[in-house]
């Protein structure tokens, strides 16, 4: 077997033989006998020289190759070391492309993106998104397993909806139907009521609703927690904000594309009602069924920027007709929520919220909501035998990605969004 050397490791090999793979990124004839390639792999870039024999059948951009040669210092300012090959050898040759992506921007608009994905993501500012999301999520396990949370993989075809309000894809089972799961809710709340306690859950979640906004997916990454034993939604937003400012200075030691500072300042909290408020008093706009939209969102982060120097801020205390059944009435206002969301950088990213523990208060809510308790049994049954105080909440990946990066629409920050 052949032994590979990724780009990133030529410093090491210095004067001595090396076998590089990967895509042929760039190609500059010098002249007859000369010719440098670019040549890309997960490791970075290298550039590699042919002459002679090994410049009259070039391959073409895009290819994929094997190259041997000597690893040698280099005059180019960007590649301190190149390799001179001695061997070529194509291992898949490329079509003509049919955009350009050796270029600093990728230039083609979402449809041609979507159309010709993979070769998309080629493009570096792709790979380094993409990079970006796989160390927000393996932080995001790191963060809640140190706090003593059980990871979990809950069920994706279910046979009932959490969700008030939320569309359902519809699927059959087995000639029955059932429906792809719009939020692992339930199942959090009953692992909790299971004795685990803290749980947490990075799955795909589905929502059928027709939309063509920068700001939506029918299919995204739902990072879940939930936790027994806490009575002050406080607790909760002071656990998120938390989890952001150790995310956000772990990608600053380790990416330059992060377009927020890494110090996070605190966020400010305040009431729903009193954030539309300030929109209402500051730019005239009313609320007609009292709760935010998406200019509200943008409008109340350049208000918490400019007061309090950080582009978020956290909303509680949301009407309980626009909460889920399972949210628990407010402590002081009962027609309110002990909910919250986080709008980060003009965008929701988080709801989250305590959730209703006692039986017959549930199961009044859920009759309030006109829904059939003996539909829910399979959720029920764990409140029945004792369930402890409890709350969590849920971020959206590709939202918090896409905010991170300063992203224009979220599909950017999905990897292959459902078409």
């Not at 939020?183 to 027709?210: I, N, T, W």
């Not at 402590?331 to 969301?341: I, M, P, Q």
Request: net charge negative; charged share 20%.
């Amino acid at each position: 077997m052949i032994k590979r050397t990724l780009s990133n490791e030529l410093l090491g090999s210095l004067g001595q033989a090396v076998t590089l793979q990967g895509w042929v990124r760039r190609i500059r004839e010098v002249s007859a006998g000369l010719v440098f390639l670019i040549v890309a792999d997960r490791g970075g870039e290298t550039q590699v020289v042919l002459s002679g024999s090994l410049t009259t059948q070039l391959p073409t951009v895009e290819s994929v190759v094997e190259i041997t040669g000597v690893v040698q210092t280099s005059r180019s300012r960007v590649f301190p070391h190149e390799l001179a090959a001695n061997q070529l050898t194509v291992l898949s040759q490329a079509e003509p492309l049919p955009f350009p992506i050796n270029q600093a921007e990728l230039g083609v608009g979402l449809d041609i993106m979507d159309k010709f994905r993979p070769l998309a993501l080629r493009h570096p500012l792709y790979q380094d998104v993409f990079r970006v999301q796989h160390r927000l999520l393996a932080h995001f396990a790191e963060f809640f397993s140190q706090q003593g949370f059980t990871r979990v993989s809950t069920p994706k075809m279910v046979a009932t909806g959490t969700e008030g309000g939320a569309e359902l894809f519809k699927i059959d089972y087995f000639g029955e139907t059932a429906y792809l799961a719009q939020s692992p809710q339930f199942f959090k709340q009953m692992l909790v009521g299971a004795g685990f306690e803290r749980v947490f859950e990075m799955g795909p979640v589905f929502r059928a609703e027709a939309h063509h906004t920068s700001r939506h997916l029918n299919e995204f990454i739902s990072l879940d927690i939930e936790m027994g034993f806490v009575e002050d939604v406080n607790v909760l937003m002071d656990l998120e904000e938390s989890f952001l400012r150790s995310l956000l200075q772990d990608l600053h030691e380790r990416f330059s594309t992060i377009t927020i500072a890494p110090e996070l300042p605190t966020i400010p909290r305040l009431p729903l009602g009193e954030a539309l408020g300030i929109i209402h008093r500051e730019h005239g706009k009313v609320s007609e069924d009292g709760n935010i939209d998406p200019e509200g969102e943008r409008l109340i982060c350049q208000w918490a920027e400019r007061e309090h120097g950080v582009p978020a801020a956290f909303l509680h205390s949301y009407p309980r007709h626009i909460r889920p059944f399972y949210a628990l009435p407010g402590v002081k206002n009962a027609g309110l929520t002990e909910s919250f969301d986080l709008i980060f950088r003009g965008q929701e990213i988080t709801t989250g919220g305590l959730r209703q523990h006692q039986l017959n208060l549930l199961l009044e809510s859920m009759r309030e909501r006109g829904l059939t308790p003996e539909k829910y049994e399979f959720y029920l049954q764990v409140f029945r035998y004792g369930m402890p105080p409890h709350g969590g909440f849920a971020i959206g990946a590709e939202r918090l990605t896409m905010q991170l990066l300063g992203l224009k629409n979220i599909r950017e920050a999905s990897v292959l969004p459902l078409m």
